[in-house]
């Protein structure tokens, strides 16, 4: 039987394997949860709520066991996953009581003899694939709002992250969700992706990860006609107005951009800054950044984790480079660690100042903790850079002036606008992204819609 390998970045050491589940396994999961459907769909929303809410609490009561658990196999610093499994707790919290809300309405008819009533009713069985950047929080907030709805959910974890997963779903049955209402498969993403979209069983995709893998999974789901739902990459924009105050910029910066060692989807990616204030915002921007450790995520004082994976490490080393080659200044960091033997791979949290278009940083997801600084002049100026990607997930900016922010938000194309917040997510809100950053939206009152069929009801002769 093959196995799947769950190292720790930080160390390269192995930290469990497990059994890679067969196609025949993973066929008669999909079986079980069709089955289980018929039955979990009749549990009351009451019902559902309580039992959601016993998960959420069962979570919290093990925090710090999962919260080390993603440490070990995610790398991000123990402060940090436990913020995640926090976040995570969020989703099924709040779906929780959505599912009470599950509403439908009456139409008036256009006739005295008839009656219009529309429904909602769960969409069927769901299956999420998820990546390793948030084990606990990308699954939740895809169970939560699917279980919530009355959909049975089947889900495969990333590689290098299925331990938090798998403790997630224990949880659940120990919650009392049944056992096929909630599973996991372990494999690779290619052929478990193939399985589900074939299958006739399973009526929604639900995926976060990266947007060449999503356009892969639209495409496959048509033959079957399948709801999707695509949660894919990101390249945010930061904009720094002239009367931005500058020390909250830097703080909410740092925050956006350093967080996971910038391996989210919604980091800062391009910061972009007036000129009359660049000399400033760099110099400070630096100084705080160059305070921030790198380490293992166990230890206390670590603020930036390892990079997952060489593929990784090796993306951003290359664009680094690129702008080096293009004369971008360094003003700090730029120390990359890499042990190959080992399979570690660390980052310096970098800030380069002389940014230009034609770096690859520019144009492409970094995936890493390097902030690239680009000046404007003209507030059309930075507003045509920020939208200048094919990306329209996150973008931020930072201005005390009203007008300035009115016109910001209205003119960016992207689906979360952060206004002098560079941390806008939160499960009672709708994420997502515009262009090729996804489909459809999760958390908040959104999030439950996707798992939702709208069936209409015309009674005749009254
Ligand atoms: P990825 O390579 O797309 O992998 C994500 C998941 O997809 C993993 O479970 C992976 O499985 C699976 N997968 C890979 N190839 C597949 C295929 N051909 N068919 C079906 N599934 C497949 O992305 P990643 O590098 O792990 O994650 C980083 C990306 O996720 C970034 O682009 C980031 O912006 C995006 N992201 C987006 C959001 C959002 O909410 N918009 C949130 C977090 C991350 P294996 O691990 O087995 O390969």
Known sequence: MSKLKVSNPATGELIQELNINTNEEIK?????????????????????????????ELILENKLDIAKTITLENGKPLKEALGEVAYATDYIEWYAEEAKRIYGRTIPANQNAKRIVVNKQPIGVVAAITPWNFPAAMMTRKAAPALAAGCTFIVKPAAETPLTMIRLVQLAHEAGIPEHAVQVVVGHGREIGDIFTNSKIIRKITFTGSTPVGKTLIKNSADTVKSVTMELGGHAPLIIAEDADI??????????????????CVCANRIIVHVNILDEFSEKLSKEVKKLKIGNGLDDDTDVGPIINKTGYEKIVEQLEDAV???????????????????????????????????????????????????????????????????????????????????????????????????????????????????????????????????????GNV
């Open 28 to 56: 008669t999961a999909i079986d079980h949860a069709g089955t289980a459907f018929d039955s979990w769909k009749k549990v009351d929303a009451f019902e559902r709520a309580r039992l959601l809410k016993k998960w959420s």
């Open 247 to 264: 020390d909250l910029a830097v703080k909410q910066t740092v925050a956006s951009k350093f967080r996971n060692a910038g391996q989210t």
């Open 325 to 459: 080659n293009k004369n971008a200044e360094i003003l700090a960091g730029n120390e990359n660690m890499a042990n190959y033997e080992q399979g570690s791979y660390f980052v310096q949290p970098t800030v380069i100042k002389n940014a230009t278009l034609d770096m690859a940083i520019m144009h492409e997801e970094t995936f890493g903790p390097i902030a690239p600084i680009i000046s404007f002049k003209e507030l059309d100026k930075a507003i045509e850079i920020a939208n200048d990607t094919p990306f329209g997930l996150a973008a931020y900016f930072f201005t005390q002036d009203y007008s300035t922010g009115i016109r910001l938000y209205e003119q960016l194309d992207f689906g979360i606008v952060g206004w002098n917040d560079g941390a806008p997510s939160a499960a009672h809100a709708p994420f997502g992204g515009m262009k090729e950053s996804g489909l459809g939206r999760e958390g908040g009152v959104e999030g439950i819609e996707p798992y939702l069929e709208t069936k209409y009801l015309s009674i």
